[in-house]
């Protein structure tokens, strides 16, 4: 195990600590030195930044539909659903596009004069401004990235069903067990701790994988609506020039996925023991 766990402690752990000992030095003519707790005092003031949690706690809450989706697909594959063989492979697809790519095509359907709307429009719903309404924007970014990478969650499924016994899946038929019953009773618990790993990589994914998207359809914009904190690290890092404080919103993005994970599993670990 050493030499693993010297590629961890090299590439990983110490340049962690390097990053948190960073977010205590100044910017600018305060360049490398200690300011304590200034950089964060003043992270937490930022509005910007206040948004951005807030649309953490937003996919929080979306996370179960995140997990459900490519669960319950999974569960169709498995049970060989009619062409189950040919949306193996058409679910998988997105996952292999570029964020920028799946940006700029949604950009085109979401937009106000876009297809969308058109669709709306002939069954008589007004057009919504997809992109450009504060209080729908997160939503549709959200969205999109579900779909782009549910893929992925979709494959850790089927490697989970691939280890549960088809026995139990037989009884429960035999027994006159709906399908909804044999998801719920059979299926999920057998499948826990696949759910719990799905659970903590598709957040930690919203929370770090998401600034191509955001780069491209919004630009965390309207009205700074759709920030996540990657996006503000790299708007204080890449644009404003101030690195320290830049590390300090990664530190806290750090923390918040950390605590997340962890509450993730235990809640998780529970709810399998109870079943």
Avoid: C, K
């Avoid at 960073?22 to 200034?38: C, K, M, Q, Y």
């Avoid at 057009?127 to 979709?154: E, K, N, R, Y």
């Avoid at 089927?158 to 016994?165: I, K, P, S, V």
Wanted: hydrophobic fraction near 55%; charge should be negative; aromatic fraction near 12%.
């Amino acid at each position: 195990m050493a030499p693993a766990l010297l590629i961890i402690v090299a590439l990983r752990l110490w340049p962690l600590l390097l990053g948190v000992n960073f977010s205590f030095t100044g910017d600018g003519e305060h360049n490398g030195t200690a300011v304590g707790l200034d950089n964060y005092l003043e992270l937490f003031q930022d509005p910007l930044f206040r948004g951005a949690l807030r649309n953490v706690g937003l996919l929080v809450l979306l996370l179960p539909v995140a997990v459900a989706i490519p669960g319950l697909l999974a569960t169709f594959i498995y049970l060989r659903v009619p062409g189950h063989r040919v949306f193996r492979s058409v679910y998988f697809f997105p996952a292999v596009l570029s964020p920028v790519i799946v940006g700029a095509i949604f950009n085109l359907m979401l937009a106000f004069d876009g297809p969308l709307n058109a669709v709306f429009a002939l069954i008589g719903i007004g057009p919504v401004d997809w992109l450009g309404d504060p209080d729908v924007a997160m939503f549709a970014v959200v969205g999109v990235h579900i779909w782009a990478t549910f893929g992925m969650a979709l494959v850790v499924f089927l490697a989970g069903f691939a280890t549960l016994d088809s026995a139990l899946l037989d009884a429960a038929r035999v027994d006159g067990a709906s399908l909804p019953r044999i998801i719920w009773h059979v299926i999920i618990p057998s499948l826990t701790r696949t759910i719990q790993f799905v659970f903590v990589t598709t957040m930690i994914g919203m929370l770090t994988s998401m600034f191509g998207l955001l780069y491209v359809m919004t630009s965390g914009g309207p009205e700074g609506s759709t920030y996540l904190p990657e996006y503000y690290v790299w708007i204080q890092q890449g644009q404003m020039n101030r690195p320290a404080f830049a590390s300090a919103a990664s530190t806290v993005l750090f923390l918040i996925m950390l605590v997340v994970g962890l509450i993730q599993i235990s809640v998780l670990r529970r709810a399998g023991r109870e079943d």
